[in-house]
């Protein structure tokens, strides 16, 4: 077990490593998400004028920017940004060959990789969202109850970041089958950005459509870490929500396991 987790360790620091160098591409996107954030601001500002003390959904627009500054976090800490098209170069351009033959599992590796780019990022994060702190602080709002949120949060953040990452490889594995995969991509990142909760908090959808959408992947992948940390959800949802979100979790590594095994029947490993 030991020698197991230290294969995953290394590659673990080679990838933090190799994200150290691109630090200033995490920066740089990170100081341009301010911008993101300040057209948030505006929009949701002129939104909220006149709608009185019950604001839009029952929430005022304190909380409606708090749960974007933490989508905005969560996004650096969680989600997949390039994992898809590294995937599918390396089967494209055979770099996969080497892990065929060796004693360590290509999932694992990639996920290494994942979470050590993920660290670099939601550090780097954090920077430009200190310099605006001051101008967003008195907006922030953030739910008394901080206690079972904090412990019940984290769960479902790192498995948020599970079904980011398991969705990606899935779309990379593609590549077995098809020469560019960007379609689909592009396919899911607009379906994400919708039932996500992206473009706006998801509990503003009719009641029917969120019942809907609380049995999709798309509404774990961001929506429902940041309306823990937010106070949107109750603790009963919460814990509906994690079970939820497991069930994701085992789905997304079977159709991925489905996916590794056929594709490797189609692929054919040349050179040395």
Same mark, same amino acid.
């Given at each position: 077990?030991?020698?197991?987790? +230290?294969?995953? *360790? ?8 190799? %994200? ?43 909380? +409606? ?16 940004? %390039? ?9 494209? %351009? ?15 590796? *990639? ?57 990606? /490889? ?48 798309? /509404?774990?992948?961001? /929506? ?7 106070? *949107? ?22 159709? %991925?396991?489905?996916?590794? +095994? ?11």
């Amino acid at each position: 077990m030991l020698s197991f987790l +230290t294969k995953y *360790r290394h590659a673990f620091l080679v990838g933090l490593q190799s %994200n150290l160098i691109y630090r200033w591409n995490f920066a740089v996107r990170g100081l341009f998400s301010l911008f993101h954030l300040a057209a948030v601001f505006i929009l949701w500002s002129a939104a909220f004028q006149g709608t009185g003390r019950d604001g839009i959904g029952g929430y005022g627009l304190g909380a +409606t920017i708090t749960y974007f500054v933490a989508l905005l976090v969560l996004q650096f800490f969680i989600s997949a940004f %390039n994992e898809d098209y590294q995937i599918s170069e390396d089967i494209r %351009n055979g770099l996969i060959n080497q892990f065929l033959l060796k004693p360590i599992n290509y999932f694992g590796y *990639r996920l290494s990789i994942f979470a050590a780019a993920r660290l670099v990022s939601g550090a780097l994060v954090l920077v430009p969202l200190v310099v605006a702190l001051p101008f967003l602080y008195s907006y922030l709002t953030f739910p008394s109850d901080w206690a079972w949120r904090l412990a019940l949060g984290l769960p479902a953040m790192m498995l948020s970041a599970l079904i980011q990452f398991s969705i990606a /490889y899935c779309f990379g594995l593609l590549t077995f089958w098809f020469l560019e995969i960007q379609g689909f991509v592009i396919l899911s990142m607009a379906v994400e950005a919708v039932l996500g909760g992206q473009m706006f908090p998801l509990d503003l959808l009719p009641a029917g459509v969120l019942a809907v959408a609380k049995f999709l992947p798309f /509404y774990y992948q961001m /929506y429902f870490p940041a309306a823990i940390f937010t106070g *949107r959800i109750d603790q009963a949802g919460t814990v509906q929500g994690l079970g939820i979100e497991l069930c994701w979790v085992a789905i997304l590594f079977a159709v %991925n396991h489905v996916l590794w +095994t056929r594709g490797l029947r189609r692929h054919t490993a040349v050179g040395g």
